[in-house]
């Protein structure tokens, strides 16, 4: 290394004697479109993964309901199909890829397979891989599927039926996609995995070198050539430049001396630097940082105070948005008046709220029986028009 320093310079260069060597320069951030946000945000991301994961395994295990009218139906081909979508996943399965897509991407598309006019199957389809067609008035007309450089386009029927389910999160300023919470904290999932990077290398490495080479010429006289200058830099640059290689013993010879110049992670608060952007990861996506273990969070009291909150204010209010972009586009297939719905009931985490529901329901004596039942969440039954006790 620096073996070049010993040969005789034909040409000196002017200036001081000094060659920093900095590992910061300019941040340098990844691609914000679907498959960089999927492979750095999600696959590469413990935190988003996490995130994820949860929220889509969450909402994806809440049951369906479906009503005509009033009425709870008990069993429905409509409520069949969103049981079993297809012959190859069931519904569980099936709604956690959408939910997992929604969160990732922020795009979630459903596709309906339908035969003589009504739908028989349901898949979704992966949004990297999908196009918004725009229409003459500017509303969605077709969505183009790309896979493997073939192109099929997906158009309405001949009763003006598009067989697609386009879900999108929130973009302030797109008329067709939406905002990925990934793409809102990718600067946060960026410096999370560059420190996990970092910290691999300084386990594989032992020793972190950064700051300043000084060198003086073989007659005390401080200089380099331009030739000299050039390669050092280059040298410096590719063993010794980026997370790879942070922290790799440096060999000095020649006349050159190393003068360390920055501040050690734990000076820097490298550790606090990070749990602050695993919290700021899951806060895009409504995670409570309490349920990822996430150091330094004490916004609830205990561990089922912030499960409730996730519960109500991440998973069900995405679960019934579903219900409702089910019931627009795909109830109609399948005749007037069906409406879907979520059974909240069947979730443990809810238990303590509900129970204290009914409890005061029950306390309610000014009430009737179907009153109850409709603030409860419970369609009408026979003879219940009547007080309670």
Same mark, same amino acid.
């Given at each position: *290394?620096?073996?070049?320093?010993?040969?005789?310079?034909?040409? @000196? @260069?002017?200036?001081?004697?000094?060659?920093?060597?900095?590992?910061?320069?300019?941040?340098?951030?990844?691609?914000?479109?679907?498959?960089?946000?999927?492979?750095?945000?999600? *696959?590469?991301?413990?935190? #988003?993964?996490?995130?994820?994961?949860?929220?889509?395994?969450?909402?994806?295990?809440?049951?369906?309901?479906?009503?005509?009218?009033?009425?709870?139906?008990?069993?429905?081909?409509?409520?069949?199909?969103?049981?079993?979508?297809?012959?190859?996943?069931?519904?569980?399965?099936?709604?956690?890829?959408?939910?997992?897509?929604?969160?990732?991407?922020?795009?979630?598309?459903?596709?309906?397979?339908?035969?003589?006019?009504?739908?028989?199957?349901?898949?979704?389809?992966?949004?990297?891989?999908?196009?918004?067609?725009?229409?003459?008035?500017?509303?969605?007309?077709?969505?183009?599927?790309?896979?493997?450089?073939?192109?099929?386009?997906?158009?309405?029927?001949?009763?003006?039926?598009?067989?697609?389910?386009?879900?999108?999160?929130?973009?302030?300023?797109?008329?067709?996609?939406?905002?990925?919470?990934?793409?809102?904290?990718?600067?946060?999932?960026?410096?999370?995995?560059?420190?996990?990077?970092?910290?691999?290398?300084?386990?594989?490495?032992?020793?972190?070198?950064?700051?300043?080479?000084?060198?003086?010429?073989?007659?005390?006289?401080?200089?380099?050539?331009?030739?000299?200058?050039?390669?050092? @830099?280059?040298?410096?640059?590719?063993?010794?430049?980026?997370?790879?290689?942070?922290?790799?013993? *440096?060999?000095?010879? #020649?006349?050159?001396?190393?003068?360390?110049?920055?501040?050690?992670?734990?000076?820097?608060?490298?550790?606090?630097?990070?749990?602050?952007?695993?919290?700021?990861?899951?806060?895009?996506?409504?995670?409570?940082?309490?349920?990822?273990?996430?150091?330094?969070?004490?916004?609830?009291?205990?561990?089922?105070?912030?499960?409730?909150?996730?519960?109500?204010?991440?998973?069900?209010?995405?679960?019934?948005?579903?219900?409702?972009?089910?019931?627009?586009?795909?109830?109609?297939?399948? #005749?007037?008046?069906?409406?879907?719905?979520?059974?909240?009931?069947?979730?443990?985490?809810?238990?303590?709220?509900?129970?204290?529901?009914?409890?005061?329901?029950?306390?309610?004596?000014?009430?009737?029986?179907?009153?109850?039942?409709?603030?409860?969440?419970?369609?009408?039954?026979? #003879?219940?028009? *009547?007080?309670?006790?």
């Amino acid at each position: *290394m620096f073996d070049f320093l010993r040969r005789t310079p034909p040409e @000196k @260069k002017s200036g001081a004697p000094l060659i920093a060597l900095s590992l910061q320069g300019r941040a340098r951030w990844s691609g914000r479109d679907t498959a960089s946000l999927a492979r750095i945000g999600v *696959m590469k991301n413990a935190v #988003g993964y996490a995130c994820v994961r949860k929220i889509a395994s969450a909402a994806a295990s809440v049951p369906w309901l479906l009503y005509d009218g009033a009425q709870e139906l008990e069993s429905h081909p409509l409520l069949a199909l969103l049981t079993r979508p297809n012959g190859s996943e069931d519904g569980a399965a099936l709604f956690e890829r959408w939910y997992a897509f929604l969160q990732s991407a922020g795009n979630a598309y459903l596709e309906s397979v339908t035969l003589e006019g009504v739908p028989r199957e349901l898949y979704v389809l992966r949004p990297d891989r999908m196009t918004v067609v725009p229409g003459a008035r500017g509303w969605p007309a077709a969505y183009d599927y790309s896979v493997d450089g073939q192109t099929t386009r997906i158009t309405r029927d001949a009763t003006g039926f598009l067989p697609v389910l386009h879900a999108t999160l929130f973009h302030p300023l797109d008329d067709y996609y939406g905002l990925s919470p990934l793409e809102v904290a990718g600067a946060a999932v960026e410096v999370h995995n560059a420190g996990a990077q970092w910290t691999k290398a300084l386990l594989d490495n032992a020793a972190r070198p950064s700051g300043a080479l000084i060198y003086k010429g073989p007659d005390g006289a401080p200089g380099l050539t331009d030739d000299q200058f050039g390669r050092l @830099k280059r040298e410096l640059e590719d063993a010794y430049q980026g997370a790879a290689n942070a922290g790799r013993p *440096m060999v000095l010879e #020649g006349g050159l001396d190393w003068k360390a110049m920055s501040l050690s992670p734990s000076d820097m608060g490298f550790a606090d630097s990070r749990a602050a952007a695993a919290r700021e990861i899951a806060l895009a996506f409504g995670v409570p940082p309490m349920l990822l273990g996430i150091p330094g969070d004490n916004t609830f009291a205990n561990y089922a105070e912030a499960n409730l909150s996730f519960w109500r204010q991440a998973v069900l209010p995405l679960v019934a948005r579903t219900a409702a972009s089910l019931t627009r586009w795909l109830a109609p297939r399948f #005749g007037e008046g069906l409406r879907i719905g979520y059974d909240a009931d069947a979730v443990d985490a809810l238990a303590e709220v509900r129970q204290g529901l009914w409890d005061k329901l029950n306390a309610a004596s000014f009430l009737t029986v179907n009153e109850k039942r409709a603030a409860a969440g419970y369609s009408p039954v026979e #003879g219940g028009d *009547m007080l309670d006790g």
